[in-house]
């Protein structure tokens, strides 16, 4: 990135955090809704390729040299891995350039998960790999209409989702066929839980 880049990342960034209270401390809900706003912003600065979007130093410089005031107000001191990129599903930046990068056209499906549903999909590499079963699967859930609590809903789908994964190569489905994939399986984990809920 050239300086002049740089430049602009760091002060769209910083104006995005003062919008949503920086310096000051905010709430969860504060700090998710930076985050979502947050991940189209860092796309559009950091124009990557997926390979160097897996270059680990990138992002290192972008939470320590580049952004240390909003890494710092974002997750604080204690942290390691949102300072230095030892997962990049977990780093403070990287993490937002990938959920920018898979929801991308599809905004309103990442806006609607909670961090813990973002963890559950792109955490496990079997999944978080396709942006295709991440976003269908996100989708599947978040329509969920019931009493279902959503974190028990998503675990359950991911395990099911993981089992099918050994058997199937999900390269070979159309989105057609990836989406009613996972449609089927949410539609089991409601069953499921539904009828455990009867038993209760």
């Given amino acids: 990135m050239s300086s002049k880049r740089v430049r602009e990342l760091i002060d769209g960034v910083s104006a995005l955090a003062e919008k949503y209270g920086f310096p000051k401390s905010g709430g969860p809900d504060v700090r ?13 600065h ?17 939470s320590l040299v580049t952004l240390p005031h909003v890494t710092m107000w974002r997750f604080g001191p204690s942290n390691r891995e949102r300072w230095v990129a030892t997962d990049l599903t977990r780093h403070t930046w990287a993490r937002l350039w990938w959920q ?16 813990s549903d973002l963890n559950q999909l792109l955490e ?13 699967t996100a989708r599947a859930v978040t329509e969920v209409l019931g009493d279902a609590p959503r974190r028990r809903v998503i675990r359950d789908v ?3 989702l993981r089992r099918y994964l050994a058997f199937l190569d999900v390269r070979a489905l159309s989105d057609e066929q990836i989406r009613d994939l996972c449609s089927a399986l949410t539609a089991e984990t409601i ?3 539904s009828s455990e809920a009867s038993y209760r």
């Fill in 46 to 62: 950091m124009d990557l390729s997926w390979a160097e979007a897996g270059n680990r130093d990138v992002w290192s410089f972008i």
């Fill in 32 to 44: 998710i809704a930076f985050d979502r706003d947050a991940a189209g912003l860092i796309r559009s």
């Fill in 158 to 160: 991911t395990l099911r």
């Fill in 100 to 115: 920018a990068v898979v929801f991308a056209g599809h905004e309103q499906i990442l806006a609607a998960l909670s961090e």
């Fill in 124 to 136: 496990r590499r079997s999944i978080g790999g396709d942006p295709r079963l991440v976003r269908e």
């Fill in 191 to 193: 069953m499921r839980l």
